[in-house]
């Protein structure tokens, strides 16, 4: 697991007037994933890139526990972060096995067995089932199953860092979900530090521990999903994350606002017995329960503690969302 550190990083293509990354500084914890968004030139992909040393910065360092990649050299560097495009390249005459195996070999040190093995063991992680798919060729894939191929060759010398730039971009919205899931499910076994470009804010709140938002090669501003959400740094922000997305605030945001926000005061022998629901429940997950069960509150609990926290009624989310609202009209209103 690894650290990777932006300082100060900056871009200027030659032959341009304003940088293309313009001394941009954050940190992407070890084991998280960050999401790069912003309008298309912000610079997300320079950003990136800048990583595995595709492209050069201008200024400013970039660590990688605490090492900076510009005293590295840039093959051995590459060998260690994996990168996953939306074009995959695979090899067109090599099986799918040989393709994942000749990434693999780099990593080098491994028997002819174990590199098998390996390779079959990456097929299983990514959703491809060896003994179906091992000895096809590109062409009998689909475009999903590439993109599989694509993510098990970038995992193959097992690398702490992946750089992902679109790599869902292309597909179908069914087989982008679908990816989508295999990359969280595969993310909590293996725990790399996943840098990751979208263009699509839904895979952005749906993958991302934190996003970073990008404006004309400026970052305006970093956090996790929900506080983009509550507290969009400006109207731009709000704007992309779809902060008065009512759907996405009721997806994204968590209950407990709405219980600190005290409907009024209750006891259980007010409703008698009510159904309960985790204080790490989302808005929407108690609005689709009261509506569900038909119940007049659901009692929140915590999952740790198993103490009951407070009651959620449909009058209280009700508020909770009017609450919202009435912030960020205040908060866009003064930063505009
Ligand atoms: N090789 C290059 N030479 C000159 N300018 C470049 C070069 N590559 C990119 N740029 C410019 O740098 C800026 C950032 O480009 P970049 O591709 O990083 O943006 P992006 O946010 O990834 O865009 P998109 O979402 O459209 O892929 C853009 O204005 C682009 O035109």
């Given at each position: 697991m690894t650290t990777i550190v932006f300082n100060q990083i900056t871009k200027r293509y030659p032959?341009?007037?304003?940088?293309?990354?313009?001394?941009v500084t954050f940190e992407v914890p070890e084991g998280s994933t960050c999401m790069l968004v912003g309008?298309?030139?912000?610079?997300k992909t320079t950003l990136l890139r800048m990583v595995n040393r595709l492209i050069e910065p201008s200024s400013g360092e970039i660590l990688i526990d605490g090492k900076n990649?510009?005293?590295?050299?840039p093959i051995q560097l590459r060998r260690r972060i994996g990168y996953v495009i939306q074009?995959?390249?695979?090899?067109?005459?090599?099986t799918i096995a040989e393709n994942v195996r000749v990434t693999a070999e780099?990593?080098?040190?491994?028997s002819k067995q174990r590199l098998k093995q390996r390779v079959d063991e990456l097929l299983e992680l990514v959703g491809l089932p060896p003994d179906e798919y091992?000895?096809?060729?590109?062409?009998?894939?689909?475009g999903g199953q590439q993109q599989r191929v694509g993510l098990a060759r970038a995992l193959a010398t097992d690398p702490a860092i992946l750089l992902m730039d679109e790599?869902?971009?292309?597909?179908d919205a069914i087989t982008r979900a679908r990816m989508q899931e295999e990359l969280l499910r595969i993310q909590k076994d293996v725990h790399k530090t996943i840098l990751f470009v979208s263009h699509d804010m839904e895979e952005a709140f749906k993958l991302g521990d934190q996003i970073a938002v990008l404006s004309q090669g400026k970052l305006v501003q970093l956090g996790t999903p929900v506080e983009l959400l509550a507290q969009p740094a400006n109207g731009f922000v709000g704007q992309l994350v779809g902060a008065d997305n009512i759907l996405r605030q009721l997806q994204y945001l968590p209950i407990s606002h709405a219980l600190a926000?005290?409907?009024?005061?209750?006891?259980s022998a007010h409703w008698g017995d009510v159904p309960e629901l985790s204080t790490e429940a989302t808005l929407l997950d108690a609005l689709l329960q009261l509506l569900a069960t038909n119940a007049p509150a659901l009692s929140a609990k915590?999952?740790?503690?198993?103490?009951h926290t407070g009651y959620i009624t449909l009058d209280s989310l009700n508020r909770e969302i009017s609450h919202i609202r009435q912030e960020q009209n205040s908060t866009v209103e003064s930063r505009i």
């Open positions: 032959g341009t007037d304003t940088p293309a990354v313009d001394a309008t298309s030139g912000s610079g990649v510009l005293q590295e050299d074009q995959v390249g695979l090899f067109p005459h090599l780099i990593a080098g040190g491994w091992r000895k096809r060729f590109p062409r009998q894939l689909s790599p869902f971009g292309a597909l926000n005290k409907p009024e005061a209750v006891s915590d999952p740790q503690t198993k103490q």
